[in-house]
């Protein structure tokens, strides 16, 4: 029989620390977290970012990444979007009763891959688990530290100065998702973009590039982003529809499923607000991480807090932020 | 080479194939001598116009009327009332087709209903029904059947299936309609004191999945009785333009006919084989009240009796609500079905009515007129 986590590891005893030490113990220990305190003590030299989220995602494993990387990547970019290079992480775990143990070591080992990426450490955990039935397999919950490399980076300065990016090619999470969970078989190469951003970020800062603003397209796509700023901003932003990268794979999903590419989640895909002088070399640092991204917009006072998508035959529309659950259309 | 799906219809989005048929259409409008209002009775249609942007690409003398083409939009309540109830009673597993699980009826939505703990699933196909009342043989599963022409033969497929593997925990609740019906009844639809109360439509754009079904003949009477030109058009950017211009050019040459513009997949006499079998299973039931619509004869479907063991409206009569539910009244959507008022006219448009709280039907799906309006706005 395979080995799954019980009730009792959730208990503070014996159980609790053969989960910790055989598994969140082996593959997160640095001087930090070995300590073992009630609480970690860290050095921060500069100003720091925050940020925290909880990852719940049904399939738990899905093709491009599992619930783990996801809640690395996820607070990971937060922070690296406020210009700061995640530094701390604290990481609770949230166990359904019977929970395969070789399934979390798989998750966990994941989670470890991702702070390399970043050069983070977890400084604290906790464990709970909660009986059968009452939550769905796994919820993790990280919060993160990050030391601001770049200062005034913020989503309320976007003028018409500014050129709007996008890192890569969008939609790929959401779409990837919706297939494995309802079940659609598929034969293709869909792959969720869950991936850690501090590496383009850095480079954009190291080149000197003049960023406005950042955010991951997470839920709500690029269109809620967009749509974000455009408020936060007071601004127009028009975009050519053109120019948004989508890749086959994606395009083919929203074709049969009747979605728009700018309202699905991404894991791993950035807006990016960068000052018009710096747009193209802004542009061939992004295109060295992936080759899709691309400039999609720019920011105008026609229509304020507003999003204006261009067709290339001269009409346009609103985008707007995406409502409710994603739901095919039937006909 | 692998042939990509977007070789599929990439010419029919082309940005230069667009913009000659908007060239061409503006000069067959100019050579007409009045304004042409054009009826795209299908939500599917209305879905590119609004996406496309193509009423920004139409002379002034030529204008869009979004129909009752969206078969979630039209559900009356009492009806959703239905799926709710259903929903709700015990060991029922309650299927049905994508959006339809948001639209709220007057005691909510299925969604609602799933968030108190009934289990509500959809589908995109009905045959999945088969293996969620195999998985669960102490369950009965509902299939609330909702659609046009389109979707009728696979839920017919569905009873066949059922009746003929003997599986004994598949029910139907049936709500399918039909689309000649509809635009008689808004065609018929005036006022005998206020002229300006009658129908503004001059054509149809006419559906076309629902004729490759029922065949490009139902539309047959509209040209003939009621002299309104009919273009069953294909739904990207370019069939539209190139239906719309067909609709201008019968006008021009005086002609009033039964065109298909949509040839590759549509066809005079239909699917005969889908017919068949819908009318096997199905009988028309005499009323079937459309929301913002009311009572419209003919135009529902209803299981034939000696199939009644499978009519969840038979099985769980004596659970589900009987009164009917009137619309809301400062709702316009009536009339904006009819030609008569735009979404924007509506005192409640994007304010009390909303995509995420639809007060009426334009409002309801991403299909529906309002909706349509409030998502991609008229930025003319």
Redesign the interface.
Known sequence: MRKSVALAAGNGGEENSELISGVFYKYFKNDILLKSEDAAVLEVGSKVAMSTDSFTVSPLFFPGGNIGKLAICGTCNDLAMMGAKPKYITVGFIIEEGFDYRELEKIVRSMKKELEINDALVVSGDTKVMPKGTIDKLIINTTGIGEIEKEGISSNNISEDDAILVSRDIGAHGATIFTAREGIELSSELQSDCASLYPTVKALIEAGVEITAMRDATRGGVAAVLNEWAKQSDVCIEVAEDAIPVSPEVFGVCEMLGFEPTMLANEGTFCLAIKQKDAQKALEILQKFNNNAQIIGKVSDEHKQRVVLQSSYGTKRFLDTPTGELLPRIC | MSL???NL?DDFRD??T??AY?KLIEEEAKKLDRSINIMEV???HT?TI?????P??MPKNVKFIHGPGC??CIMPKHRIDHAYTLAMQKDVILVT??????VPGSKGSL?DARSKGADVR?V?SPMECVKIANENPDKRVVFFA???E??TPMSATLIDVVQKQGIKNILFHINHVTVPEVMEELINSRDEHIDSYNNQINAFLGPS?VSVIAGAKIYEKFPKEYNRPVVVSGFEPVDVMEGVLMVLRQFNENRCENEIQYKRVVSYEGNLNAQRIIKHYFEKASLFKWRGLGNVPNSGWRLKSEYSELDAEKVFEDVLPIEEIEDHKLCICGDILRGMAHPTECTIFGTACK??NPVGSCMV???GACAAY????N?L
């Open positions: 990509e799906l977007r219809y940005p230069q667009i913009k908007a299908c939500g599917g879905h609004m996406k496309y942007g193509l920004q690409l078969p979630v087709l994508g959006d339809m699980i948001k969604q959809f995109y909702i659609g046009f389109t979707t999945h995509p995420n799906s991403s299909e409030y998502k991609y706005g930025l």
